[in-house]
């Protein structure tokens, strides 16, 4: 098999929900400027068999700039072998320092079609270990503690047994935040707290205190995550696991520095931030040969697939806004929350499915890339 080509559409699709992060940080629309809509690029590689991969992904226009420059070098390798592809992507990242969320794009693509060729779910073809996932609520933040007791308690009622906060920031009020969770969901739920990198050392000690005494499961990127040295001493002064390394580049040789400096307990896998399934995969093995856990970060079908392809990870992440959003996570088709649960789907491929022609009709631009440049 052989890749003949690649088409990239740039679209506008809906904006969703408006909501907010912690203080500091620009929330959902932080991006869209008045009168606009945010722009994606759908991305679909063309096989010599007539099979092909498709996805999509968000900073449209310079997924486009980059699979018009680059993507040419492709054009005539074989995508099953996907080893090879994903180093070939990543030679060209020395190059182009490939913003993270894209290098993973074409092993995706290779990954669909290579799932479709041989009639097997790609997380069997990952090694396979449970369709059934669990789920763990993942808010956004809200104004007042009165919202998160609200839409935390409508989490729960509907099935879930594990909730992860994003707060305000504020050290005090974080504090009561968490411990007001912990009697909103009983003694049994399983508790994450996410500071999305907002804090000093001082302060990440005293939140992950608290959060110690209250049983949480694990304390997510307090820190920005340049300096190991001050996760290291995090690390030190608690017994609660410190889940880091989300945002970080270099994959799994990255991870493997963080592990060797002691600088977190447990470790963040992803599609999107980590290289696709071949550079999830990577950190998730080198996770668990130090005994560690790989907990899958963010949605979607392709973290669906990850997440039932490892063993070292404990949930599926769902983010959860407000009530219409809650109230139909049952509806979601292959990504529905069911009990608390996340049923994986075993068709082969990713599943993504595109009105081609309306695409055409619609699309802000479009190019295609069918052969080697000279």
């Not at 950190?283 to 973290?303: K, P, T, Y």
């Not at 996340?342 to 082969?348: A, G, K, Q, R, Y």
Request: aromatic share 10%; charged share 25%.
């Amino acid at each position: 098999m052989k890749i003949a080509g690649f088409t990239c559409w740039l679209v506008e699709v809906d904006p969703g929900p408006k909501f907010i992060w912690r203080n500091g940080l620009q929330g959902s629309h932080g991006d869209v400027r008045h009168g606009t809509k945010p722009q994606s690029a759908i991305l679909r590689m063309e096989t010599d068999e007539g099979l092909f991969g498709a996805l999509e992904m968000g900073r449209g226009a310079a997924v486009m700039d980059l699979v018009a420059r680059r993507y040419h070098s492709f054009i005539g390798e074989n995508p099953l072998l996907t080893e090879r592809m994903w180093h070939l992507m990543w030679e060209i990242d020395r190059i182009e320092e490939i913003h993270m969320r894209a290098l993973g794009m074409l092993d995706v693509l290779c990954w669909d079609v290579k799932s479709q060729k041989a009639g097997m779910p790609i997380y069997q073809m990952l090694g396979g270990n449970d369709t059934v996932v669990p789920a763990y609520a993942s808010t956004v933040t809200w104004p007042a503690l009165g919202e998160y007791e609200r839409y935390i308690k409508m989490c729960r009622d509907i099935g879930f047994t594990a909730f992860k906060l994003h707060a305000w920031g504020d050290v005090k009020r974080d504090i009561e935040l968490s411990r007001a969770l912990r009697k909103w969901v009983g003694p049994d739920a399983d508790l994450m707290f996410d500071g999305s990198a907002g804090w000093d050392h001082v302060d990440a000690l005293e939140v992950g205190l608290a959060l110690q005494d209250e049983g949480f499961l694990w304390y997510e990127e307090p820190m920005r995550e340049f300096y190991l040295g001050h996760y290291v001493k995090l690390c030190e002064k608690l017994t609660m696991p410190v889940l880091a390394a989300e945002t970080s580049d270099g994959v799994h040789w990255n991870m493997a520095t963080w592990i060797e400096s002691r600088a977190l307990d447990m470790t963040r896998v992803s599609t999107f931030y980590k290289g696709g399934f071949t550079g999830a995969m990577k950190i998730a093995h080198i996770s668990d040969s130090f005994g560690m856990r790989a907990q899958v970060h963010g949605m979607g079908l392709e973290n669906a697939q990850l997440c039932a392809a490892i063993r070292n990870n404990d949930y599926y992440e769902q983010l959860v806004m407000n009530e219409d959003q809650i109230r139909g996570l049952k509806d979601l088709g292959p990504l529905a929350i069911i009990d608390g649960n996340l049923h994986v789907s075993s068709e082969p491929g990713l599943g993504h499915h595109y009105d081609w022609a309306e695409l055409d009709r619609t699309a802000k631009a479009k190019i295609t890339v069918t052969e080697r440049f000279s």
